[in-house]
Protein backbone atom coordinates (compact mmCIF):
# COMPACT_ATOMS: atom_id res chain seq x y z
CA UNK A 1 0.00 0.00 0.00
CA UNK A 2 1.06 3.28 -0.84
CA UNK A 3 -0.97 5.33 1.55
CA UNK A 4 -0.21 7.29 4.65
CA UNK A 5 -1.52 5.69 8.00
CA UNK A 6 -3.41 8.69 8.67
CA UNK A 7 -5.58 7.56 5.14
CA UNK A 8 -6.70 4.97 6.82
CA UNK A 9 -7.87 6.10 9.48
CA UNK A 10 -11.78 6.59 10.22
CA UNK A 11 -11.42 9.84 12.45
CA UNK A 12 -9.48 11.51 9.54
CA UNK A 13 -11.97 10.65 6.47
CA UNK A 14 -14.52 11.68 8.69
CA UNK A 15 -12.82 15.00 9.91
CA UNK A 16 -12.04 15.54 6.31
CA UNK A 17 -15.86 15.43 5.34
CA UNK A 18 -16.58 17.86 7.94
CA UNK A 19 -13.98 20.13 7.05
CA UNK A 20 -15.56 20.37 3.32
CA UNK A 21 -18.73 21.51 5.02
CA UNK A 22 -16.89 23.97 7.14
CA UNK A 23 -15.29 24.98 4.02
CA UNK A 24 -18.95 25.27 2.18
CA UNK A 25 -20.11 27.83 5.35
CA UNK A 26 -16.78 29.68 5.45
CA UNK A 27 -17.61 30.78 1.87
CA UNK A 28 -20.91 31.89 2.55
CA UNK A 29 -18.59 34.23 5.02
CA UNK A 30 -17.11 35.62 1.94
CA UNK A 31 -20.04 36.00 0.30
CA UNK A 32 -20.52 38.56 3.27
CA UNK A 33 -17.84 40.43 3.50
CA UNK A 34 -16.86 38.45 6.65
CA UNK A 35 -13.24 37.53 5.11
CA UNK A 36 -11.17 37.29 8.83
CA UNK A 37 -14.04 34.98 10.19
CA UNK A 38 -14.52 32.45 7.42
CA UNK A 39 -10.44 32.49 7.09
CA UNK A 40 -10.66 31.73 11.15
CA UNK A 41 -12.88 29.18 10.26
CA UNK A 42 -11.14 27.27 7.52
CA UNK A 43 -8.13 27.65 10.02
CA UNK A 44 -9.49 25.67 12.08
CA UNK A 45 -11.39 22.92 10.54
CA UNK A 46 -8.18 22.31 8.68
CA UNK A 47 -6.75 22.19 11.89
CA UNK A 48 -8.33 18.67 12.50
CA UNK A 49 -7.97 16.83 9.83
CA UNK A 50 -3.93 18.14 9.71
CA UNK A 51 -3.43 17.57 13.33
CA UNK A 52 -4.90 13.89 12.65
CA UNK A 53 -2.46 13.28 9.51
CA UNK A 54 0.84 15.15 11.68
CA UNK A 55 0.41 13.35 14.19
CA UNK A 56 -0.30 9.72 12.57
CA UNK A 57 3.26 10.08 11.38
CA UNK A 58 5.10 10.53 15.24
CA UNK A 59 7.11 8.15 16.08
CA UNK A 60 5.66 7.53 19.76
CA UNK A 61 2.37 6.81 20.49
CA UNK A 62 2.18 9.81 23.41
CA UNK A 63 3.20 12.45 20.97
CA UNK A 64 0.11 11.22 18.21
CA UNK A 65 -1.95 11.80 21.53
CA UNK A 66 -0.91 14.74 21.47
CA UNK A 67 -1.89 15.78 18.23
CA UNK A 68 -5.27 14.35 18.63
CA UNK A 69 -5.52 16.75 21.55
CA UNK A 70 -4.95 19.75 19.80
CA UNK A 71 -7.57 18.08 16.83
CA UNK A 72 -10.13 18.12 19.36
CA UNK A 73 -9.34 21.19 20.85
CA UNK A 74 -9.58 22.77 16.86
CA UNK A 75 -12.95 20.80 16.81
CA UNK A 76 -14.23 22.97 19.80
CA UNK A 77 -13.05 26.39 17.97
CA UNK A 78 -15.00 25.46 14.84
CA UNK A 79 -18.27 24.44 17.38
CA UNK A 80 -17.37 28.62 18.88
CA UNK A 81 -17.32 29.99 15.30
CA UNK A 82 -20.58 27.98 14.27
CA UNK A 83 -22.53 29.82 17.17
CA UNK A 84 -21.40 33.08 16.39
CA UNK A 85 -22.65 32.12 13.03
CA UNK A 86 -25.81 31.59 13.63
CA UNK A 87 -26.03 34.43 16.09
CA UNK A 88 -24.88 36.27 12.87
CA UNK A 89 -27.65 35.08 10.91
CA UNK A 90 -24.99 33.14 8.49
CA UNK A 91 -26.24 29.84 9.09
CA UNK A 92 -29.70 29.20 10.71
CA UNK A 93 -30.45 26.89 13.73
CA UNK A 94 -30.60 23.44 12.09
CA UNK A 95 -27.42 23.96 10.42
CA UNK A 96 -25.69 24.54 13.41
CA UNK A 97 -27.49 21.45 14.82
CA UNK A 98 -26.93 19.00 12.52
CA UNK A 99 -23.26 19.92 12.14
CA UNK A 100 -22.83 19.71 16.07
CA UNK A 101 -24.45 15.91 15.85
CA UNK A 102 -21.47 15.13 13.42
CA UNK A 103 -18.97 17.45 15.38
CA UNK A 104 -19.82 15.38 18.75
CA UNK A 105 -19.51 12.54 17.48
CA UNK A 106 -15.99 12.73 15.72
CA UNK A 107 -15.17 14.71 19.00
CA UNK A 108 -15.76 11.13 21.25
CA UNK A 109 -14.22 9.10 18.72
CA UNK A 110 -11.04 11.17 18.46
CA UNK A 111 -11.33 10.58 22.27
CA UNK A 112 -11.42 7.21 22.31
CA UNK A 113 -8.89 6.79 20.05
CA UNK A 114 -6.72 8.92 22.03
CA UNK A 115 -6.95 6.45 24.84
CA UNK A 116 -5.95 3.25 22.74
CA UNK A 117 -2.73 5.14 22.39
CA UNK A 118 -1.92 6.41 26.20
Do not use: P, V
Amino acid sequence: MNDFRFEQLDIWKQAMELSIKLFDIADLADGKKLYKFAEQLRAAGMSITNNIAEGSGSFSDKDFANFLNISRRSLFECANILHIFERRMLINQETRLNLFEEMIILSKKITNFRKTLI
